[in-house]
């Protein structure tokens, strides 16, 4: 019998009644933003793991959290509402510590509001964001949520005019996409760029070109269920969708590269093409025709697929460093995978019920030892023992990162000591249905 422990997390934070649904880090790590089913929000102090504040952002369940500068929170919920609240480090001092569980707290006030946008909840689907222009600072934002109206449909909006910039349905009207389930919005190559995943398992990447029309570039379909999350990398490189079922896809964001349409590249062009010629008079068809404009290229594989043969992993994140991802399991175990390689590197199990987001804290630089690749007798190992195979890989970074850290910390006070072991830790985060949040410290 193996004399390794399974490994345990750093800390848990507990102070949510209901199921937890969004995590983000903040602020150089020093706080975590958590967001439960009854709509409340608890920003955690990570120096000392206590609430700085707790409120009731929205009347139903958190869908989305992200901060926006030092003191701008975003927050989606199933009430219909993104909502952007002003709560900087002066403002924590005005507002409630009591945690969701006191269930006879008194009013918890609530942090200034910004901005309100009245959108589409029903997908379940939470906002993605980006910059108005690849070289400006944040003060400006663009959000991506499902259109109100139409649930295959996206609308990017802008803050802080709050004002509707596109609406965007990618493919024919005909074509039966479902749901819009996880989106993301980014800059590449200059060019605004969409991620997109519906409920029929169909992933899309298209960007708004110079002739302001949005361009598909990159469809697929390797999930036969709907996709419950996607991430993209933080150099661009590629993004990763996991499903319903047991697959994690590793997609290619394309270069914009063109190619004369002399055949259809998509079936609405197709259909198009078809209703003109149909409906074209005799004279038309004999005058000679403009050259057609060449159209992208519609790329169609993705870059690996995996079978994990665990259904229903969410919440999907890839760490800043690019080179590690997580997932939240409905089976209750965060699984750590390689984006190189996409095989697992680890199994973090201490929740008894499923778990629904996983956040990476951010790293300083970028930078971070490369992860343990599994050898094939671990990886047999892993499969008959998972937990056992956690310990194992994760005591001896553990042991490493404690011992560099405690050679930098030595003339430090106890606050600052706290200040910069928590920006340079590297946590993670998962949030769970039984309302707590398991912090680990990992590669």
Known sequence: MSQHQPVQPKSV???????VHATVFMKSNQRLASGDADGFVVLWDLTIMRPRAVWRAHTNAILGIAGWGDDKIITHGRDNRLVVWKLGSQDEIAMSTALPLDEFAPDRPKPWVLHILEVNTM???????????????????LIAVPNTLETEAIDIFQLPSQSRQHTINLGGKTEKKGMVMSLGLFWY??????TAAYESGLVVVARFGRNETWDILYRTQVHNHPVLSLDVAPHRGFFLTSGAEAIIAKHPIPA????????????????????????????SVSLPSEPKQPGPVIETQPLKTIDTKHSGQQGLRIRSD????????????????????????????????????????????????DPVEPSTSRAEASERSENRAVGTETAGNEEATVVAVHTKLGQLNVKDRRIKMVKEAHWLAAGSKDGKISLWDIY
């Open 256 to 283: 914009a590269t063109t190619l004369p349409s002399q055949e259809p590249q998509h079936p609405r062009q197709t259909d198009n093409r078809d209703t003109t010629t149909a409906n074209s008079s005799p004279l």
């Open 189 to 194: 190559e200059g060019y605004l760029t969409l």
């Open 13 to 19: 934070l507990r102070g949510h009644r209901a199921q």
């Open 322 to 369: 690019g080179k590690i991802f997580a997932t939240a399991g409905w089976d209750s175990k965060v699984r750590i995978y390689s984006t190189k390689t996409m095989s697992e590197l680890a199994v973090l199990k201490w929740h008894e019920v499923g778990c629904y987001t996983v956040a990476f804290a951010t790293l300083d630089g970028g930078q971070a030892p």
């Open 123 to 141: 997908n379940f689907c939470s906002f993605a964001s980006c910059t108005t222009r690849p070289d400006t600072t944040r003060e400006e934002l």
